[in-house]
């Protein structure tokens, strides 16, 4: 999944400023204690963070 297409699910699941919010400030033990921002910086792969946070925040299947 490219970056673009990942912040863009990101934003139509949160909003555009509650997803940068949420993606700098919202730690999560499944991403090793790191934030969305963090884990992507880290060199996690934007499709495993974004199944990480639709598992987290409960993201609709179709939005997978």
């Keep these: 999944m490219r970056l673009t297409v990942f912040w863009e ?3 139509e699941h949160f909003g555009a400023g509650y997803a940068e ?3 700098r400030d919202h730690v999560m033990s499944e991403l ?3 934030t969305v921002v963090e884990a992507l910086a ?5 499709k495993d963070v974004w199944r ?3 598992s987290v925040m409960n993201v609709p299947r ?3």
């Design 9 to 11: 699910r990101m934003a």
């Design 21 to 23: 919010m949420f993606a």
């Design 32 to 34: 090793g204690g790191r």
């Design 42 to 46: 880290d060199g996690w792969d934007a």
């Design 52 to 54: 990480v946070v639709c």
């Design 62 to 64: 179709e939005r997978h």
